[in-house]
């Protein structure tokens, strides 16, 4: 609260997540936030705030690099992370089309033993986006970390989808070497669609996994796909959203579209003015 009253504060980047970014809620004054609206960036358990923040005061927050899992990359943050936070938060233009980064990583080298800072994480050929499902959307776009997001549930924090294009990414599991279980995604995913969740998107986009192989990954989409059934907007799977490296910066709450016709994700809409 004191980083948004303070004038001379122009952005708030968050550190990293935090498991329990939840406690901070009944602390905050969503007013002051409204009327102090300031670049404010986060990603994972971040996703808590930026939905209350979205809900509450209706400003455009980004779910985009931390402080010290992107900007502290040895020994440089990652180019396409960097363009693409650029790109969102400097530019009072739209992004525009989202093409896929050349190469990616998960790779995990030991901070407590330095040894992220004996060399680069290894990257490796990203293949692109995948869909999963085909079709055309468009609205404004919205979404986390699914695990994340799934704490608001049923509370006053929890914002409207209708129309909305969603994003969703999974994080490590409880072995942070591994990533989400596929039996805790495939629950999640089952509470949203409890809520009715799919009946009120547009679109879905779902961020490269963390740290799942092929056969995960394949299982992973299997999954999607059957807690989505009977339902015929688009899926687009593999984007540069979450826990792997690079990143984009996605503006919350701005218009985006989908057109796996064109293989186009893009973002429609500045969130800076």
Request: charged share 30%; with cysteine; net charge negative.
């Amino acid at each position: 609260m004191n980083a948004f009253k303070d004038k001379e504060v122009k952005a708030i980047i968050c550190s990293i997540g935090g498991h329990t970014s939840n406690k901070i809620l009944e602390f905050l004054d969503f007013e002051e936030i409204k009327e102090n609206a300031k670049i404010f960036c986060g990603y994972s358990d971040i996703s808590v705030l930026h939905y209350a923040i979205h809900k509450k005061s209706g400003i455009v927050t980004f779910y985009g690099p931390a402080a010290m899992t992107q900007f502290g990359e040895y020994p440089e943050p990652l180019s396409y992370t960097l363009e693409y936070f650029e790109k969102a938060i400097s530019i009072a233009e739209p992004i525009g089309r989202v093409i896929p980064s050349s190469e990616w990583t998960d790779e995990i080298l030991d901070w407590d033993k330095k040894e992220d800072l004996a060399r680069p994480r290894k990257l490796i050929k990203n293949e692109g986006f995948e869909w999963l499902k085909e079709g055309k959307a468009e609205g404004e776009i919205l979404g986390g970390c699914l695990p994340s997001i799934a704490h608001l549930i049923g509370t006053e924090y929890w914002p409207d989808h209708n129309n909305k294009i969603l994003f969703l990414e999974t994080p490590e599991g409880q072995d942070f070497g591994k990533g989400l279980s596929l039996a805790e995604a495939d629950s999640l995913l089952a509470d949203l669609r409890i809520i009715k969740i799919f009946e009120k998107i547009k679109g879905l986009i779902i961020g490269r996994p963390f740290r799942y192989s092929e056969e995960e990954q394949q299982k992973f989409k299997e999954i999607i796909l059957e807690n989505t059934r009977g339902y015929d907007f688009p899926i687009l799977y593999g984007a540069d959203v979450g826990h792997t490296d690079p990143i984009i910066t996605i503006p919350l709450g701005v218009k985006a579209k989908l057109d796996s016709l064109n293989n186009l994700f893009s973002i429609e809409e500045a969130g800076v003015e």
